[in-house]
C-alpha cells in the first residue's frame, strides 16, 4: 500500500471559499449535493488540476458553474475525481453529486446508521466517503447544510447554529445549518432521527447565553444528567483556566450506541459513544462517571484546542490530541483530587503506552510516516502527547505555560498548523531554547534514566549522576540525548524534604535538567546523607534505574510530602518485590516473603490522614502486566500470576482486621458520583478483595454482592467472585442474578461480560468462545466487541496468552471476521499482540503462527495489514 511522508506536504492548488451541503436522507439511497466555491490559491499553476479524495463513492453528476462537465475534462473513479481544464478566471462553482447507502455502512465512517438513526463519523478521513472533497485538515471553509428527510425522522441536525426549519415536498420537512467557522472537512458532523433531549442553559464570561442539548434515545433522558452537569463544569473550566470562550449559539452532544472512538468533537455537535454519556447509579460505576466527565470536558476542550486552530496534516495529530489529553486531566485533576488522578495517569501511561513505545509498534508523537492514519490514535499520540505539554510546563513554569498558550490561541486562530508553530509559541515567551526538546515528538522509545547518588560527609555534598539512553525502535537505529526535567526532592534523615537548586546553573527549586547523555549535578552544604526522591509525580515519561535500598523507598514512602512520590515510592517497593517473586515462581525454590511490603501497605491505609482513594491506589498491586513489562523479556504469565497472588494473599492475611472493617465503611446516604464518596467505594472494594482472599471464601463477596445498591459496590463484588471462587455456587448465583436484572442493558451486559472475560487462568478461553454466541454478544457492535475479546485479549494476561495458543487464535479468527465489516476495530483488537516477541519462545512461537495467519488472509484492510506487518516485523 501507499505510504505517506511528513516531509511530502504540499498545499492544495486550490482555496474553498465556502461549501453548501444538502442531504437527502434514506436508508439505502441518500442523496448528497455538495456546491464548493473554488479559487487557485497563490502561486498554484494556472493549469493545475482539481483533485479530490473519494472512498467507495459513486459520481451522479459533475457540473462547474451549472454546467456539465464533459467526460474528457475529468478522471473519476470510487477514490478519486480529477477534473481538467477548469475556468480561467475564479473563484468558480463545482456541484457534486453523490448517492450513499447508509444502512449498509458497517465502518462506522462517513454517513451510516446506528439504531435506526442516522449519524456521521469523519475524522480522520470518513468525509471522503460522503462526497468527493479535500478531506484534509489544512482545508477549512464555511459550511451550510440542509437535510430533508421523511417526518418520521423528526431531528435533523449539523454543526453551527440554526438557519431554521420547513416542511419540504411529499411529506418531508427540512433544517439548514450554518456554521460561520472555517472548519477542516474532518469536523463535519449530521444527526438524524427520533431521538429525546435534555436542555440547558451556560452564560459565557462575556455574557452571552449558550443552549445546550444533549441527544439519547427515548427514555433515557434521565442518564444524561451527569454528563449535562460535566459540560457546564468543562465550559467553566475552560474560561476560568485558559480563557477560552464557547462561540456558537448551541452545543449539543449526541450519543449513539454503535461508534468506533470514545466520542468526535465535531464543531457545536460533538457525537459520543453512548457508553460515555449515560449513566445512574444502578447502571454506572464511579469509573463510569469519571469517563464521563473526562471525554465530555476532552470532546468540549478540543472546540479551541483542534477546532478553533487545528492541525496542518494528519502527522500534527499530537498537536490537538496530546494537548487536548493534557488539558483534560489538569481538568479532572482539579474537578477531583490532583494526586490520585495523577496516580491513575501515570497507571494508564505505563501501562499502554510504554509497551506501545518498546515494541514493534513504537513510533514517535509525531510519527513521520504512516500507512494508515486510523492506526495512530494511539497511547503515544494521546497519553505521551500529553506527558510532552506538561513537560513543557514543568521546563518553562505555570506562569510562562500560560502565556505561550495564549500566545498560540492569540497567533493561530482559525489556522491549520505545526508542532514547531506551537513549541514557538512557548519558545517566544520563555527565551528557553526548545530545539532539543522537539526530539519528543520525534523520536521515538521511552527514555531509561539511570541515576545513583554519593553523599560527601566531609564536604557536606551529594553529587547525583545521571545516564539516559534510548532504545533502537522501529527506522529509528540511534538515538540523540533528549531534554529530560526531573522534578525531586531531597528527603534527610529527620524526614524534612527540601527541593533545592544544584550547584550547576539549572532550574529553580526542584527539578534537575538532563540535557547530556550523562551529566552530574551537585548539591552544596548538605548536612546528612539525603535520600533523593526522583522523577516526582513522573514529571518526564521515563523509566528510572536507581539504585535505592528498599529502606530508602520506606524513607520516602514515609516522608514525601508529594502524594504522588509517595504512591511511587511504594509502587517500587512493590515492583521489585514481585519481579524477583516471579522470577522465583518461573526457576522454582522458596517465593520470597511479602511481610516488609505488606507492613508498608498496611501503615498506608491505616493512616487516616491519607485519603480514601488515594488509599485505595497504594493497594493495588502493579497487575500481572505490569510486572511483565518491567520484566521485559522471556515472560511466562503463569508464573507471575502465581507471584503476583501469592504476596496479595501474604498481604491479605496480614491485613485482615483492617481490610474486614474497611470493607464495610461505605460512605452514608444517597449516592453521589463525588469524588470524596467514590474514594471510599474505592476502598471498601479494594479491602473486600483482600479480606476475601484472607478467608479464602466467597461468603463476604456474595453479602456484598446482595446488599449493594449501586453499580460500583455491585461489579467490584462480582468480580471478585468471578476472579478469586470462579466455582463457587455464590459466583454462577451472581452472575446468573446479574444477567436477569441487566440483560437488557447492552451497556451493563458488557460489564457483565468483560469481568468473566477477564477472569485469570486458561479456562476462560472457552467461556469467551461461549459468551460470543450469548445474546448480549453482537460481533456488529464495536463496544461489544471489545467488552468481550478487547477485554480477554488486552486485559488477562494468563488467559490470552495460554500456553497452547488458543488465546491467540480466537483473535485472529474475531480479527479476520471483523475485518471485512469494520476495519478500524479489527485493526484495534490486533494491537494487544504487540508485545509478543517478549514473550517465552514456546508462546511467541504460537503467537507468530497467529499473526502470520492474520496476515496470509484475503484482501486485508489497509489497517489491518499495517499493524500485522509491522508487528510482525
Ligand atoms: N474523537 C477523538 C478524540 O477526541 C478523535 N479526535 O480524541
Ligand atoms: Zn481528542
Not at 460500583?712 to 454462577?732: G, S
Request: hydrophobic residues 40%; negative net charge; contains cysteine.
Amino acid at each position: 500500500g501507499q505510504v505517506f511522508h511528513l516531509k511530502d506536504y504540499t498545499p492544495t492548488a486550490f482555496e474553498v471559499e465556502r461549501i453548501d451541503l444538502t442531504f437527502e436522507l434514506h436508508p439505502t439511497e441518500t442523496k448528497v449535493a455538495a456546491r464548493s466555491i473554488l479559487k487557485r490559491r497563490k502561486g498554484a499553476a494556472a493549469d493545475a488540476p482539481l483533485e479530490f479524495d473519494g472512498d467507495e463513492l459513486t459520481l451522479d453528476a459533475l457540473r462547474i458553474d451549472s454546467i456539465d462537465v464533459p467526460d474528457s475534462d475529468y478522471d473519476v473513479g470510487p477514490d478519486k475525481l480529477t477534473v481538467r481544464n477548469l475556468p480561467a478566471s475564479d473563484p468558480f462553482e463545482i456541484t457534486i453529486e453523490t448517492t450513499l447507502s447508509p444502512e449498509t455502512n458497517t465502518q462506522l465512517m462517513g454517513l451510516y446508521r446506528s439504531s435506526g438513526n442516522y449519524c456521521t463519523q469523519c475524522e480522520a478521513e470518513g468525509f471522503r466517503r460522503i462526497t468527493y472533497f479535500y478531506d484534509r485538515p489544512d482545508v477549512l471553509t464555511v459550511y451550510t447544510v440542509t437535510i430533508i428527510a421523511p417526518k418520521d425522522v423528526p431531528i435533523l441536525l449539523s454543526n453551527g447554529n440554526s438557519l431554521g426549519t420547513g416542511n419540504y415536498d411529499a411529506g418531508r420537512h427540512f433544517a439548514a445549518w450554518y456554521d460561520p467557522h472555517p472548519k477542516p472537512s474532518y469536523l463535519f458532523a449530521l444527526v438524524a432521527g427520533d431521538l429525546g433531549v435534555i436542555t440547558d442553559t451556560f452564560i459565557t464570561m462575556s455574557g452571552r447565553e449558550v443552549e445546550l442539548r444533549i441527544y439519547v434515545e427515548h427514555g433515557k433522558e434521565e442518564r444524561a444528567t451527569y454528563a449535562m452537569d460535566a459540560l457546564k463544569r468543562s465550559m467553566k473550566w475552560d474560561e476560568d483556566a485558559y480563557g477560552r470562550e464557547y462561540d456558537l449559539d448551541i452545543f449539543m452532544v449526541v450519543a449513539v450506541s454503535d461508534f468506533n472512538m470514545g466520542a468526535m468533537e465535531n464543531k457545536g455537535l460533538n457525537v459520543f459513544n453512548d457508553k460515555y454519556v449515560l449513566a445512574d447509579p444502578e447502571t454506572a460505576t464511579d469509573q463510569d462517571y469519571a469517563n464521563i466527565e473526562a471525554i465530555i470536558a476532552h470532546e468540549y476542550f478540543h472546540n479551541w484546542t483542534g477546532n478553533r486552530i487545528t492541525c496542518r496534516d494528519w502527522f500534527q495529530l499530537c498537536l490537538k490530541e496530546g494537548l487536548t489529553v493534557y488539558r483534560d486531566h489538569t481538568f479532572s485533576q482539579d474537578q477531583r483530587s490532583a494526586p490520585v488522578k495523577r496516580i491513575a495517569e501515570i497507571k494508564t501511561l505505563k501501562a499502554h503506552q510504554f509497551p506501545e513505545d518498546s515494541g514493534p509498534l513504537a513510533h514517535p508523537v509525531r510519527p513521520a510516516t504512516y500507512k494508515e492514519i486510523n492506526n495512530f490514535y494511539t497511547a503515544t499520540v494521546y497519553e505521551k502527547g500529553s506527558e510532552v505539554v506538561g513537560m513543557i510546563r514543568t521546563i518553562i513554569g505555570p506562569a510562562k505555560f500560560r502565556e505561550g498558550m495564549d500566545l498560540y490561541f492569540g497567533r493561530h486562530d482559525g489556522q491549520a498548523v505545526t508542532i514547531e508553530d506551537y513549541i514557538a509559541c512557548f519558545a517566544d515567551v520563555s527565551g528557553v531554547a526548545l530545539d532539543q526538546f522537539m526530539l519528543w515528538y520525534n523520536q521515538a522509545g521511552t527514555p531509561l534514566v539511570s541515576a545513583s547518588t554519593t553523599y560527601d560527609a566531609a564536604a557536606k555534598t551529594l553529587s547525583v549522576s545521571l545516564e539516559q539512553t534510548v532504545q533502537p525502535t522501529p527506522g529509528q537505529a540511534n538515538k540523540s540525548p533528549m531534554h529530560i526535567p526531573l522534578a525531586f526532592a531531597l528527603i534527610a534523615p529527620d524526614g524534612t524534604v527540601t527541593t533545592p537548586s544544584p550547584d550547576e546553573t539549572g532550574h529553580e527549586g526542584g527539578v534537575l535538567e538532563l540535557t547530556k547523555r550523562s551529566q552530574t549535578f551537585t548539591f552544596s552544604g548538605i548536612e546528612e546523607r539525603p535520600v533523593l526522591s526522583l522523577n516526582r509525580g513522573f514529571s518526564a515519561p521515563v523509566n528510572l534505574q536507581i539504585e535505592q535500598s528498599a529502606g530508602d523507598l520506606a524513607h520516602i514512602a514515609r516522608h514525601e510530602t508529594d502524594g504522588v512520590a509517595r504512591w511511587q515510592a511504594i509502587n517500587a517497593s512493590a515492583t521489585d518485590l514481585l519481579i524477583k517473586a516471579s522470577k522465583v515462581a518461573r526457576d522454582g525454590g522458596d517465593l520470597p516473603s511479602a511481610d516488609d511490603l505488606a507492613d508498608i501497605l498496611i501503615a498506608a491505609t491505616q493512616d487516616d490522614s491519607l485519603e480514601p482513594a488515594f488509599r485505595a491506589q497504594v493497594l493495588q498491586l502493579p497487575s500481572e502486566a505490569d510486572i511483565a513489562r518491567e520484566i521485559g523479556s522471556n515472560i511466562d504469565p503463569d508464573a507471575i500470576h502465581t507471584a503476583r497472588r501469592f504476596a496479595f494473599d501474604a498481604i491479605a492475611r496480614k491485613g485482615e482486621a483492617l481490610f474486614a472493617r474497611l470493607s464495610e465503611d461505605l460512605p452514608d446516604g444517597a449516592y453521589s458520583p463525588a469524588a470524596e464518596d467514590a474514594g471510599k467505594r474505592a476502598l471498601a472494594a479494594m479491602a473486600l478483595s483482600y479480606v476475601s482472599a484472607a478467608v479464602d471464601t466467597p461468603s463476604r463477596a456474595k453479602a456484598a454482592y446482595d446488599a449493594a445498591d449501586n453499580m460500583t459496590m455491585l461489579a467490584a463484588a462480582l468480580q471478585i467472585l468471578v476472579h478469586q471462587f470462579p466455582d463457587a455456587e455464590e459466583t454462577k448465583e451472581a452472575l446468573a442474578d446479574f444477567e436477569n436484572r441487566f440483560g437488557d442493558n447492552p451497556l451493563v451486559m458488557d460489564k457483565w461480560m468483560s469481568i468473566q472475560a477477564m477472569a485469570p487462568g486458561a479456562a476462560t478461553s472457552e467461556r469467551v468462545i461461549e459468551l460470543m454466541d450469548s445474546p448480549h454478544y453482537n460481533a456488529g457492535n464495536p463496544n461489544r466487541v471489545r467488552a468481550l475479546i478487547g477485554a480477554f485479549s488486552a486485559g488477562n494476561p494468563t488467559g490470552f496468552n495460554r500456553a497452547d495458543g488458543q488465546g491467540y487464535r480466537l483473535l485472529a479468527k474475531v480479527v479476520t471476521e471483523t475485518d471485512p465489516k469494520n476495519p478500524q476495530l479489527a485493526a484495534r483488537l490486533l494491537t494487544a499482540m504487540r508485545s509478543w516477541r517478549s514473550l517465552e519462545s514456546g508462546r511467541q512461537e504460537e503467537a507468530r503462527r497467529a499473526l502470520v495467519a492474520i496476515q496470509s488472509t484475503e484482501k486485508l484492510s489497509t489497517d489491518v495489514s499495517d499493524i500485522v506487518e509491522r508487528t510482525l516485523n
